[in-house]
């Protein structure tokens, strides 16, 4: 994982650090081992610029599918005939 990564991950998990004023930030910034374009990218917050320089992608999508509304209704009836045969016991 590059440092830049690790940088922005640590700064995501650590709420102190996501909120340091802008003298530390800039400092912690200059103190990485990281190629000086990449530096000024994260001093100026330019997150395109960053992008392209670490080769991430334009664009990501998360998709999420739910069941149909017709797999849903057959779902209880499933249930409920399955409980109808097994024998009960008394």
């Known amino acids: ?17 996501a909120r340091m004023p802008i003298p530390d930030y800039e400092a ?3 103190a990485l081992n990281v190629e000086e374009n990449q ?4 001093r100026r917050g330019d997150a395109k610029r960053l992008g392209d ?3 991430g992608r334009d664009t990501l999508l998360c998709l999420v599918f739910s069941p149909s509304e017709e797999e849903e209704r057959k ?8 409980s109808e045969e097994e024998p009960k016991a008394e």
């Open 75 to 82: 779902a209880p009836d499933q249930e409920e005939e399955s």
């Open 1 to 17: 994982m590059s440092n830049v990564i690790q940088f922005l991950e640590s700064m995501g998990a650590n709420a102190a650090m």
């Open 53 to 55: 320089q670490l080769n």
């Open 39 to 42: 530096r000024d990218s994260l």
């Open 28 to 30: 912690a910034v200059a």
